[in-house]
């Protein structure tokens, strides 16, 4: 049993320093594998012709930017 627990706390101490170390550089996490992107898809909705509610809200954003001070 106090292998176990020598392990277990071990393991804890190391993910405690992995989580450290995050904080303390404040970078955002990030994937690696590219996303989308990788596979060849621009865009999540990938379609010639998008639907009525996606061109409302498309319209929404676009309307957004336009107002938007910054």
């Known amino acids: 049993m106090s292998l176990f627990l020598l392990t277990f706390g ?3 101490l190391i993910v405690v320093a ?3 170390g995050v904080i303390v ?3 955002s ?3 690696s594998c590219g996303g989308l992107g990788a596979v060849g898809i ?3 909705c990938d ?3 998008p ?3 996606r061109k409302k809200r498309l319209e929404k954003e676009q309307v957004w930017k336009e107002n938007q001070i910054l």
């Open 29 to 31: 996490m990030a994937g």
């Open 47 to 49: 379609c010639d012709d």
């Open 10 to 12: 071990l393991l804890i």
């Open 42 to 44: 621009d865009k999540a």
């Open 51 to 53: 639907c009525d509610k």
């Open 25 to 27: 550089q404040k970078k």
């Open 18 to 20: 992995m989580a450290v």
